[in-house]
């Protein structure tokens, strides 16, 4: 069993920066296909930006372009999100996931994503 654990999460003000960091277990780490996802209270869990194994090709959603960055460090089994230009809305419960098939291309629904950690928080005020 995989296991992914985030962290990163925290209070920061909008403008600001914040790096979110996704470590998973496994040798088969650089492998996988990783993603972001995020849930706001009330709303359903959204797609933030992924990569596919290899990390050549990247997806991310409009909201976030050019604002956030996805990437990875296989000596660290790590994904790291970085976050910038920050907004309220960006507000969320932000988490990692692993796509253990090692797809070509980065998905960008849930169910397409085998491992999940439990999440950490991200706050964002204006």
């Known amino acids: 069993q995989v296991q992914v654990v985030e962290s990163g999460g925290g209070l920061v003000q909008a403008g600001g920066s914040l790096t979110l960091s996704c470590a998973a277990s496994?040798?088969?780490?650089?492998?996988?296909?990783m993603g972001w996802f995020r849930q706001a209270p009330g709303k359903e869990r959204e797609f933030v930006t992924a990569?596919?194994?290899?990390?050549?090709?990247?997806n991310y959603a409009d909201s976030v372009k050019g604002r956030f960055t996805i990437s990875r460090d296989n000596a660290k089994n790590t994904a790291y999100l970085q976050m910038n230009s920050l907004k309220p809305e960006d507000t969320a419960v932000y988490y990692c996931?692993?796509?253990?098939?090692?797809?070509?291309?980065?998905?960008?629904?849930?169910?397409?994503?085998?491992?999940w950690g439990q999440g950490t928080q991200v706050t964002v005020s204006s």
């Open positions: 996931a692993a796509d253990r098939r090692g797809s070509p291309y980065p998905y960008t629904t849930p169910k397409e994503y085998d491992y």
């Open positions: 990569f596919n194994w290899n990390g050549g090709t990247t």
């Open positions: 496994g040798r088969a780490f650089s492998s996988y296909a």
